[in-house]
Structures are given as structure tokens and as C-alpha cells.
T-cell receptor
Framework: NAGVTQTPKFRILKIGQSMTLQCTQDMNHNYMYWYRQDPGMGLKLIYYSVGAGITDKGEVPNGYNVSRSTTEDFPLRLELAAPSQTSVYFC????????????FGPGTRLTVL | DAKTTQPTSMDCAEGRAANLPCNHSTISGNEYVYWYRQIHSQGPQYIIHGLKNNETNEMASLIITEDRKSSTLILPHATLRDTAVYYCIVRVVNAGNMLTFGGGTRLMVKP
């Protein structure tokens, strides 16, 4: 199993540009998450999904959109990039039962200039 | 989820036990204590979790006080590769499995 994979690893955007961060998991997990981590800070939840077709907002959803058309994929969309979105983005998945744990991807480092 | 308080940073000598404390005085009866760590620039990694009883796995031990208001993560023989930020998280079971990360403790293992 590859676990949770994310692409790209690095990206530089100009203000106002759009992009999609890709996240794929091969563990057949129901739950998937997007977090962001600003320099020197803890992780903050952006969006999460409890299954295909079901998504919900986390703590910091503004400026982002998500979709979940399959169990495996959970892309994060930035429509109008702003410097405040400069961050490291982590995708995670979990089976979604009881006290199970979350498995994280390696992250995407995004810079908006 | 209950709020947690952890020291900002700690040092530990290589080969010695690292004891990382966490206060969670407002924890409620159905909340579990989870520990994750994040090695520089990598995604967080699950370490261990528990409800009431002490727990041990291949990575660490978790000691929860009888009143559940605090806990300690123990790395029995710290190595340089254990240098990381350690997050103590308290969460309600089945709340979408969301994790709320605070600042964590930056553990530096020194030779």
C-alpha cells in the first residue's frame, strides 16, 4: 500500500491564480481530511469527508473547495490564491470507526506570491 | 473537545527516557487521549491513544492519571530520530474523527 499520496510536493502560485491539490489513498478509508499548517503552528482542519459525496467544513474553510466523487480521491481546490494561503497542506484518511487513527500524506508546500 | 496544555519545548539525552506531559483538566468521560508526532517537514504520525488505562505499544507508553486530568507520553529509550513536535489531543469518539492540533511540545534529543 502506498498509503496517502499528495501531489504536487511544491508549488508557487501568483495572487489570483487557481489550483487543485490532489490527495489519493489506497486503504479504502471512508474518512478523509485536509489540514493546513502555517510556519511554526499546529495543524488546522480545512474540510473533511465521511464518504463519497459527503463533505463538510472544518475550522478554516474560507477560500477553499472540496469534492469527493470516489472513496480514493479528495482534491482541494483554491480558486483565487491569496498570500494568506501560503502554507503546507496535509491530507489524511482514517477508516472512520471508533477510536481509529488518521494517516497523513507527505504534504504539499504552497507559496502564493 | 477538551483543551490541552503542553510545555513548548523539552530536551532529552539520547538513550534516556523522554517523558512528555499533557494537562487536560476539562476532559469528559467519553474523550480519548491521543498522541501524534511530527518530524520536521513530514506529515503527523500516530503514536498511541488511551481512555482510562495505561497503554503501551512498540513506540511508547501512555500513562493517564486516575482522575484523567493529565497524562504522560513516555519514549523509553529516546534516539536522535525521535526529535519532533509531539501533539497531545483529546477528542470525542465518533465526532467525525476530527483532530484538533494545538502547539505541541518540541522534543530535542541530544547526543
Amino acid at each position: 500500500n502506498a498509503g496517502v499520496t499528495q501531489t504536487p510536493k511544491f508549488r508557487i502560485l501568483k495572487i489570483g491564480q487557481s489550483m487543485t491539490l490532489q490527495c489519493t489513498q489506497d486503504m479504502n478509508h471512508n474518512y478523509m481530511y485536509w489540514y493546513r499548517q502555517d510556519p511554526g503552528m499546529g495543524l488546522k482542519l480545512i474540510y473533511y469527508s465521511v464518504g463519497a459525496g459527503i463533505t463538510d467544513k472544518g475550522e478554516v474553510p474560507n477560500g477553499y473547495n472540496v469534492s469527493r466523487s470516489t472513496t480514493e480521491d479528495f482534491p482541494l481546490r483554491l480558486e483565487l490564491a491569496a498570500p494568506s494561503q501560503t502554507s503546507v497542506y496535509f491530507c489524511a484518511s482514517s477508516p472512520g470507526q471508533g477510536t481509529d487513527t488518521q494517516y497523513f500524506g507527505p504534504g504539499t508546500r504552497l507559496t502564493v506570491l | 473537545d477538551a483543551k490541552t496544555t503542553q510545555p513548548t519545548s523539552m530536551d532529552c539525552a539520547e538513550g534516556r527516557a523522554a517523558n512528555l506531559p499533557c494537562n487536560h483538566s476539562t476532559i469528559s468521560g467519553n474523550e480519548y487521549v491521543y498522541w501524534y508526532r511530527q518530524i520536521h517537514s513530514q506529515g503527523p504520525q500516530y503514536i498511541i491513544h488511551g481512555l482510562k488505562n495505561n497503554e503501551t505499544n512498540e513506540m511508547a507508553s501512555l500513562i493517564i492519571t486516575e482522575d484523567r486530568k493529565s497524562s504522560t507520553l513516555i519514549l523509553p529509550h529516546a534516539t536522535l530520530r525521535d526529535t519532533a513536535v509531539y501533539y497531545c489531543i483529546v477528542r470525542v469518539v465518533n465526532a467525525g474523527n476530527m483532530l484538533t492540533f494545538g502547539g505541541g511540545t518540541r522534543l530535542m534529543v541530544k547526543p
